[in-house]
């Protein structure tokens, strides 16, 4: 895993952990491949939340996008 574009995923997921956390959440970085393939893990209340999918896609996809544009996709494998 390429660490500066580690660091760069996980500075974007502190600009959101605090509203997941709020709610009894959290997101984890598993991986990210040799062709710039994210792979997220819910954590906490995030996991079972019927909204889950909403945050992901609209929140945690959104957010990174925006700050890492070297990511390609975004995968939860939860």
Do not use: W
């Not at 909403?54 to 957010?63: C, R, S």
């Not at 925006?66 to 996709?73: D, S």
């Amino acid at each position: 895993m390429d660490a500066a574009l580690h660091k760069k995923v996980e500075d974007a997921l502190d600009s959101i952990r605090p509203y997941l956390e709020a709610d009894g959440g959290n997101v984890e970085v598993i991986d990210i491949t040799e062709g710039s393939i994210l792979k997220l893990e819910l954590k906490g209340a995030c996991k079972t939340c019927n909204m889950s999918q909403m945050t992901m896609k609209a929140g945690i996809e959104e957010t990174i996008k925006r700050a890492v544009p070297e990511i390609k996709e975004i995968i939860s494998v939860n």
